[in-house]
């Protein structure tokens, strides 16, 4: 189930709000200007589905969000239980980062977490299928797609030359819970 969690950044331990209220979830961070959305995403997509056909099933929404929001280019990312590498592409999004254009993802099967660290706090939000989460440019945030990811994004970009992260240095990222699936904690 779709959550959010916010602690202080100085402590990990002790949130001060959990929710999965899909309304509470888009009113918490829409005061930071960050978009969530229920979107539907109920089509099931066969372990033979690529990109293309991820790209194909929800080409509505994708031109919608991209004339709304002026992005120019999208593309898919989709870990499954036969990806190689995982732990590769895991570690690639751990760490806080930013990018210079806003970070919009359309969670169309699976789970992974976003952490978005701003104004003192960290907003860790678990995305699953039909969540749609855009980040403002220049916003710290790492991702964790967990130790057995399963999960398909579809990434929206304004650049068409492609996808930049810059690190912050900030080693806030390991003072905060992985993300597991399995130990999801309730309200
Ligand atoms: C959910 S798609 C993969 C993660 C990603 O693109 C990103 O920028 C994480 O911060
Ligand atoms: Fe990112
Ligand atoms: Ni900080």
């Not at 990806?83 to 990018?99: C, G, P, Q, S, Y």
């Amino acid at each position: 189930m779709s959550e959010l969690t916010v602690y202080l950044e100085s402590d990990a331990r002790r949130p001060e709000l959990r929710t999965t209220d899909p309304v509470l979830i888009a009113g918490h961070l829409v005061h930071s200007g960050i978009l969530y959305e229920r979107w539907a995403a109920d089509t099931p997509l066969p372990a033979s589905t690529d990109g293309g056909d991820v790209l194909r099933v929800y080409a509505g929404p994708i031109a919608r969000l991209k004339e709304a929001r002026g992005f120019r280019a999208v593309d898919v990312v989709r870990i499954t239980p036969r990806t190689e590498n995982v732990a590769t592409l895991r570690a690639k999004f751990l760490d806080e980062h930013i990018h210079d254009e806003d970070e919009a993802r359309f969670f169309v099967e699976g789970a992974a977490a976003f952490y978005i660290h701003l104004e003192g706090r960290v907003f860790r939000v678990v995305c699953e299928a039909g969540d749609l989460l855009s980040i403002p440019a220049g916003t710290p945030h790492w991702f964790d797609m967990g130790a057995s990811p399963r999960f398909t994004a579809i990434r929206f970009f304004g650049r068409p030359d492609g996808w930049v992260a810059s690190p912050t240095g900030d080693t806030i990222a390991a003072r905060f819970p992985t993300f597991d699936p399995d130990r999801m904690e309730t309200a």
